[in-house]
């Protein structure tokens, strides 16, 4: 089972750029499909975006399309989520999520309690 700890969440103004990583460990980081979730007090956890395990393609929620860019490195077992042009509605824990198998993409938000998480980061946007 893969560990994973994310790191870069801290409060930014609106309009505003933050870069998240999660780092994995005690697994193949190839073997899985890896993603970001996020949530806020009293709503279920929203899918925000997937990358393949090549890194060669990506997914991401409408909210946050055009905005963010999920990445990562398999050289350093790593997820990256570069979060631009900030709205206080992105406000939240936010989580990184391991899929094993390689699944495809489109199914990431699908079981959206599958899967390996880390501890989450805060994300704090203020208006």
């Known amino acids: 089972q893969v560990q994973l700890v994310e790191s870069g969440g801290g409060l930014v103004q609106a309009g505003g750029s933050l870069r998240l990583s999660c780092a994995a460990s005690g697994g193949t980081f190839t073997f899985y499909t890896m993603g970001w979730f996020r949530q806020v007090p009293g709503k279920e956890r929203e899918f925000v975006a997937a990358?393949?395990?090549?890194?060669?393609?990506?997914y991401y929620a409408d909210s946050v399309k055009g905005r963010f860019t999920i990445s990562r490195d398999n050289a350093k077992n790593t997820v990256y989520l570069e979060m631009n042009s900030l709205k206080p509605e992105d406000t939240a824990v936010y989580y990184c999520?391991?899929?094993?198998?390689?699944?495809?993409?489109?199914?990431?938000?699908?079981?959206?309690?599958?899967?390996?998480w880390g501890q989450g980061t805060q994300v704090t946007v203020s208006s």
């Open positions: 990358v393949s395990w090549t890194g060669g393609s990506s």
């Open positions: 999520n391991a899929k094993g198998n390689r699944v495809p993409l489109v199914s990431m938000p699908q079981a959206p309690d599958s899967g390996s």
